[in-house]
């Protein structure tokens, strides 16, 4: 799950309907916005901002300190090249891929009619260096594809280990955000770390990438729910394996939003394979709906803000906490209006429709939760405490808290900064520790 940094938080503001400019000025407006940044031209920047963000950064200092975020953890802006232009409620929408000295990001800048600057977003980062592939001993990988031959097929990869089988296997589910097979994120792939150490250790599974990553193009009308995300790929990958005599039983694994939605998705793998399905791990995650995640998060960047900037910030996120009593009073329609701290209403409440803790009970199946220490998107206090709270005592559950891991699974030296700085350390690996307590609670089963 992505934390909401200030730049993000600052930008959650209404756009007002106005017909765009030109799509070819669009392009060259966003890229002449990156580089008046990335040569401290702030007050500019500022200037040709709309009112509304404007009012947003308080003066030219305000976008400074947002672009001073960026860079901090992303090193100076390299290179850039637009990806993508579109247009939506009057807006002109830029997409561009920009080489920072540290890692790859991709931006997303919104223009008004008049082509002033009215948002500025981080869609997606990642570190060019994750880490070191060569050493394949000990499994076998193959590629795979889900739905093959249509529309949205999508690329996978089907890791065994070696001997023989039949092997338990593991259905990878993403957290938030678009990503790939290997869930990359800033120096880390915890899906390809996981899938490699279970592998040597007997456990098959099956990643690939995240329908938002593969599709995005068919993810953007507004009743798009967390089954159109997440469910559906994931019956569609149990089913491969239940359908491959290699593979015995079948076990969920999902790490933060995947694993805040475990049950829920367990419960669809299980009407496709039947009694295939033996379990569920579920790391990083939490029992409470995806927008009180939000809010804590939002909470802990309030903490780093002072004066002015915080007391507007502030107003931001209680407006949105106020939001959430009156959506169940709307329509579909209307809810597909409405945003939830940046995210679709309509997919919220689908999201939340379904009580995470009651649909475990329901399902029955044991499940493996484990969380670290130093994780600061699902604080332990959400994640692995909320779910012992939540569940029933006699409830087959097995806790472990891994004190020195982050959020992407990886033990962390030191102190945690709370920022992506914490990720990106290019030998940073998923815990050992973690892998080999899996491969135990699976292969004991």
């Given at each position: ?50 009112v509304?963000m404007q ?10 300190s ?13 290179d ?5 232009t ?6 002109r ?5 920009c ?48 739905r093959?031959?249509q ?5 996978g990869?089907l ?17 938030s ?9 800033y ?6 770390d996981?899938a490699?150490?279970?592998?040597r250790?007997?456990v098959?599974?099956i ?22 995300e997440?469910t ?14 290699r ?8 790490h ?12 669809a ?11 569920g791990?579920?790391?990083?995650g ?8 939000q ?18 910030n ?13 959506l ?41 939760i484990?969380?670290?220490?130093k ?41 945690m ?29």
């Open positions: 799950m992505r934390r909401v940094l200030t730049f993000l938080l600052i930008f959650s503001v209404l756009l007002i309907p106005m017909p765009a400019f030109a799509e070819e000025d669009a392009g060259a407006w966003a890229l002449g916005v990156l580089d008046q940044l990335a040569n401290g031209d702030f007050e500019t920047v500022y200037e040709n901002s709309d509304a009012d947003a950064l308080g003066s030219a200092d305000g976008m400074a947002v672009w001073a975020q960026l860079t901090n953890m992303l090193g100076a802006l390299e850039t090249q637009v990806v993508e579109g247009e939506q409620s009057g807006y929408l830029v997409s561009v891929q080489a920072f000295a540290n890692a790859d990001a991709l931006l997303a800048l919104a223009f008004d009619a008049q082509g002033h600057l009215s948002s500025l977003g981080l869609t997606s980062m990642t570190a060019r260096n994750t880490g070191d592939e060569a050493d394949a001993d000990g499994y076998i990988e193959e590629a795979v594809v889900l093959a031959g529309d949205d097929a999508t690329n990869l890791t065994l280990p070696e001997g023989e089988s039949p092997f338990p296997a593991v259905v990878m589910v993403h957290g955000g678009a990503s790939d097979l290997n869930e990359t994120a120096a880390n792939a915890p899906f390809r996981l490699h150490g279970l592998a250790l007997g098959a599974s990643r690939y990438d995240k329908y938002t990553y593969a599709h995005p193009e068919m993810c953007m009308d507004a009743d798009f729910t967390v089954d159109d997440y559906r790929d994931a019956v569609e990958a149990a089913a491969l394996l239940a359908k491959d005599a593979i015995g039983d079948i076990y969920l694994l999902g933060s939003q995947g694993a805040m939605l475990g049950p829920r998705i367990m419960g793998i299980r009407e496709e394979v039947g009694d295939r399905l033996q379990g791990v579920l790391l990083a939490s029992p409470l709906p995806m927008w009180e995640i809010y804590h998060q939002n909470l802990e960047v309030l903490s780093t803000l002072t004066g002015d900037v915080l007391e507007e502030r107003a931001l996120v209680e407006a949105e906490v106020e939001k959430v009593d009156t169940a009073g709307l329509s579909d329609a209307e809810l597909q209006k409405q945003t939830l701290f940046g995210i679709n209403a309509y997919y919220q409440m689908d999201e939340m429709r379904v009580d995470t803790v009651q649909t475990a009970v329901s399902i029955g199946l044991p499940l493996f484990a969380q670290g220490g994780d600061w998107q699902v604080r332990p206090v959400d994640g692995i405490e909320a779910w012992q709270e939540e569940l029933p005592e006699e409830f087959d559950a097995t806790y472990k808290l891994y004190q020195n891991m982050n959020h992407m699974l990886a033990d962390l030296e030191g102190e900064t709370g920022t992506a700085a914490d990720y990106m350390d290019a030998d940073a690996h998923v815990s050992e520790t973690l892998i080999g307590d899996i491969a135990a609670w699976i292969n004991e089963r």
